[in-house]
């Protein structure tokens, strides 16, 4: 006698149901992390400015043509970038016995954290109403059709991009004033 294969109509709900507890323990994290002193480590900085400034080129450069995802994207990063200096600014640095220390403020990133949520959140609500889970995984075209993604995309990109630029700058004067002093 063969053996019937066991069908699980509700198998792409508890794929939802593990991305949605996979945000929120991400989310619960990143809060949390926004919450306390971080050492300022130069190269994560670095990395933050080289990586985001490369995804902002890329993007760009593959929007163009594509106007309304490409104005949605450029807006929304210089935006970002307009956010972060005032991030830095309400940025609180110390310094302590292993280096200089920085607290983000909460506001700002709790801010972006959800609304990088609600973004996710809308997409699988789409999903849902439009008629369950798609057959076929996102491609990265799609996701430039649409300008509400690249929106939010951009305005994280240009947050940490220009965020991590203002660390760099920061640590770069306080040191240079710790040294005169």
Known sequence: MQ??????????????????????????GRIRKLLTRQPVRPWRHRLGVGLFGYIA??????????????????VTFLAGCALAVVGVRRTRFEWLDDGLHYTPDARIGIALSLVLVARVAWRLGEMVLGGGMPQHLARVDELLDSPATLAVLGLLAGYYFAYAL????????????????
């Not at 294969?5 to 619960?28: D, E, T």
């Not at 660390?167 to 040294?179: F, K, T, Y």
């Open 57 to 74: 080129v890329g993007l760009l450069f593959n929007l163009w043509g594509h106007w309304p995802g490409f104005v949605a994207f450029a």
């Open 166 to 181: 203002g660390l760099l700058r920061r640590r770069r004067a306080l040191a240079a004033h710790a040294l005169r002093a």
């Open 3 to 28: 053996a019937q294969p066991i069908s699980l109509p509700h198998l792409p709900w508890l794929g939802v149901a593990a991305l949605l507890v996979f945000i929120a323990w991400r989310v619960h």
